[in-house]
């Protein structure tokens, strides 16, 4: 699976880049919306102004439309893209009604993409994973990871060209992704149950040779390695701190939520006093590899997913529409608060409410 990129075209990310990779192009794109929080406009204090303006969208007037109807927004949209934990899925548990919503919209002829910011396994792996759940239909240039948008942007900069190596905190996702694009890379799995021996005197050497530290999903993080991550970004010039995802839980099992990768970049952030470049959602790479490769229009996609700051924010950041669903992070009580000011423009109790 080779990815080849167009030199004339740069991703929009929070550090933005310009080159050539390989495999896929993406379009131009403003980088200065990544981190923008959503504006609501109109709060909903008086109702009753709202009944004679038909044109004030239920968005714009800071409310938020549950979908009654499916029609109000399967005849607005030729492409969805899901969120696969908490959406798809939990953990190993495929929620209700998910098969028969895909057949659904691919019988009416819709497109479907599958955008995660997990990390922990590459297309391949996902792919693999969307089969064992009954998904048979799921192809894999319907997936995107955020360790493939990881090796995207290594590629977009030209990294291998420098002749440096990652660190990876991370799972074999990234590494199987970086394997693919001929990145050379250390860490990752092979550091998994390191101890550190402190004692006086004692200095972890580090490898000079590390021009990049990718942070991502880690259930086997140590001292070691955030040790070893933060001497490369401190130590060695010009080494980048990349993050597949700032998440701050994630569905491990459907039982409970997750420490997610948050904790892990944060670690990172905290030892160097650096910020990540982010490569996963809300920063728009994988939207404008989308929009490129396929030839569609943002105002007919439909980002669905249900955390409001990366799936919601990530749609409104890129022209898109969007839809909550409250199978997974978000409850109905936080998208309705006044407090909150990421509003989607539908949202479902799950994808059930589809047919």
């Known amino acids: 699976m080779g990815l080849s990129l167009s030199s004339s075209l740069r991703i929009g990310l929070l550090s933005a880049a310009a080159g050539t990779a390989a495999g896929f192009s993406f379009g131009a794109a403003a980088a200065s919306g990544v981190r923008r929080t959503a504006s609501t406009g109109l709060r909903p204090a008086s109702l009753a102004a709202q009944s004679s303006a038909a044109a004030v969208s239920f968005k714009d007037a800071g409310l938020c439309k549950k979908l009654d109807v499916p029609a109000d927004l399967l005849e607005k949209v030729d492409v969805f893209i899901f969120d696969c934990d908490g959406v798809i899925w939990k953990g190993d548990s495929l929620i209700d009604k998910v098969p028969a ?11 479907v993409f599958f955008v995660t910011n997990n990390s922990t396994k590459s297309r391949k792996g ?26 995207a942007y290594l590629e977009q900069t030209k990294f291998k060209e420098s002749g440096k190596k990652v660190y990876i905190i991370g799972e074999v996702g990234i590494e199987e992704e970086l394997d693919m694009i001929g990145v050379p890379w250390i860490g990752g799995g092979s550091d998994a149950g390191k101890k550190i021996a402190l004692k006086s005197g004692y200095a972890l050497p580090h490898d000079s040779d590390v021009g990049a530290v990718i942070v991502g999903f880690d259930r086997e993080i140590n001292y070691h390695k955030i040790q070893y991550a933060q001497l490369c970004i401190n130590e060695n010039p010009g080494c980048e701190f990349i993050a597949t995802n700032l998440d701050a839980v994630t569905h491990l099992t459907d039982a409970q939520e997750w420490a997610g990768n948050g904790a892990m970049a944060g670690a990172i952030k905290g030892c160097t006093g650096r910020e990540p470049t982010l490569v996963g959602k809300p920063s728009p790479l994988m939207i404008d590899y989308m929009v490129e490769k396929f030839g569609i229009e943002r105002g007919r996609i439909c980002m669905v997913g249900d955390r409001l700051d990366t799936d919601i924010l990530f749609g409104q950041n890129n022209g898109l529409l969007s839809c909550l669903t409250l199978s ?7 998208l309705l608060s006044p407090e909150n000011e990421i509003k989607p423009d539908f949202y479902v109790d799950s994808l059930a409410d589809f047919l």
């Open 328 to 334: 997974g992070v978000t409850t109905e009580e936080k």
């Open 126 to 151: 996902y792919l693999g994973k969307f089969k064992s759940l009954g998904l048979e239909e799921t192809q894999p240039e319907e997936i995107f990871s955020s360790s493939f948008a990881a090796a």
């Open 101 to 111: 919503v895909l057949a659904m919209l691919r019988a009416a002829g819709k497109k």
